[in-house]
């Protein structure tokens, strides 16, 4: 099975090794860390579960492979990815090969959801709102003269 990311509904943005995922609809906000980064990045990339897991078995063993399975199967639970038939928007490049490169050490597949996007923005005060005007506002020019 290959997987596919919505980019209408969700905006995705790799940093230093962990990857973001924004749900534009909700308002959760997922980061991937240690090895759910480097699947995620797999999976993006457009190499099919199979290959994925295969792969994962011959280098890391049963226990990572469960471990990856599983981990595929909570990213689609919780609807950040949806499975679409292999041979449908077929990849180039190594998915269409077939290879997958992956690290000497998976790393634990570290999925942490924000649901509440708005006390993640009220932590930076940067981000203070008035609900009257919104925000941004300047309010050098909403001071009388």
């Not at 943005?13 to 240690?34: A, K, S």
């Amino acid at each position: 099975m290959r997987y596919h990311c919505d980019p209408d509904r969700f905006a995705v943005d790799p940093v230093d090794g962990e990857t973001i995922v924004m749900d534009l609809v909700d308002g959760r906000l997922f980061l991937l860390e240690g090895g759910a980064a480097v699947v995620w990045d797999l999976l993006a990339d457009g190499v099919t579960s199979d290959a994925l897991l295969e792969a994962v078995q011959e280098r890391h063993g049963k226990a990572e492979h469960d471990d990856v399975h599983a981990f595929i199967a909570d990213l689609v639970d919780r609807g950040l990815l949806v499975g679409v038939a292999v041979g449908v928007g077929e990849a180039g490049g190594r998915a269409a090969a077939g290879i997958v490169e992956l690290p000497p050490t998976l790393g634990e597949l570290h999925i942490t959801e924000y649901d509440d996007m708005t006390s993640i923005i009220t932590m930076d005060p940067i981000h203070d709102v008035d609900p009257s005007r919104g925000w941004p506002f300047d309010a050098a020019a909403e001071t009388p003269s």
